[in-house]
């Protein structure tokens, strides 16, 4: 595809690779692994999940552990189907929108589309994906035409592996809590198409440091 952000993936899992309980809010990140989120959204132009994410751990997406600017909020929503308390729509949007909502063509509900241009809040329309989602290589080509050029995907499992199984990440983050929490907890990561390890992504470059009693792991993303 023509020129599109770097991607960093940035999410904390436990050490067995879930991401939390299953449909259920699980604060895996230490004091120190939340200050380290927020540096990371502060150094990136946008910060984007999944509808999913928004519905379960209602996050505002915005920097408050460190200094540093706002990111643009953006949300994968195929049908616009988002609750409009919800904290990533929300606060002062002077001088841009409060968040952006990308749906997917032939998904998206105009009336969800209006309700939320009237809150504020940008909506675009992305084409769709085999699996009926919003296509990444479509969302990542609206996010460059709006100027973004470093972009933050911090979740959920769905949204990682879309971007994974597209080769659109470039470098991951990941927060490795000391917690083992089986099933039914929500695995990291769906199927990425991969049938031998050779297939399989890796990371290059690999960093390892403590965050209180969990470890931080980060690396730039070799597809296979």
């Known amino acids: 595809m023509a020129e599109r952000p770097i991607v960093t993936v940035h999410l ?38 999944g509808s999913s994410t928004v519905r379960i751990d209602d996050p505002r997406l915005t920097v408050r552990e460190v200094a540093g600017r706002d990111p643009l909020r953006v949300v994968l929503a195929s049908t616009l189907a988002i609750a409009r308390d919800a ?63 470093r972009l933050l995907v911090e979740g959920g499992a769905r949204v990682v592996t879309s971007f994974l199984r597209a080769r659109r990440v470039d470098k991951m983050r990941v927060e ?28 290059a470059n690999v960093t390892v440091e403590r965050l209180g009693a969990n470890v931080l792991v980060c690396g730039d993303v070799v597809h296979g």
């Open 12 to 49: 904390a899992q436990s050490l067995d690779g879930r991401l939390g309980l299953a449909a259920t809010s699980t604060p895996l990140s230490t004091p120190e692994g939340r200050a380290c989120a927020h540096e990371a959204r502060a150094a990136n132009d946008a910060v984007l999940v």
């Open 87 to 149: 904290r990533v729509l929300e606060g002062p949007h002077e001088g841009g929108p409060r968040a952006l909502v990308i749906g997917a063509e032939g998904l998206a509900d105009d009336e969800a589309r209006l309700a939320l241009e009237r809150m504020g809040v940008a909506v675009a329309i992305a084409p769709r994906s085999d699996d009926g989602r919003v296509s990444i290589d479509g969302a990542l080509a609206i996010l460059a035409k709006r100027g973004i050029r």
């Open 176 to 203: 490795i809590a000391t917690r083992l929490l089986g099933d039914p907890g929500t695995p990291t990561l769906g199927p990425l198409g991969v049938t031998t390890v050779g297939e399989a992504p890796s990371l």
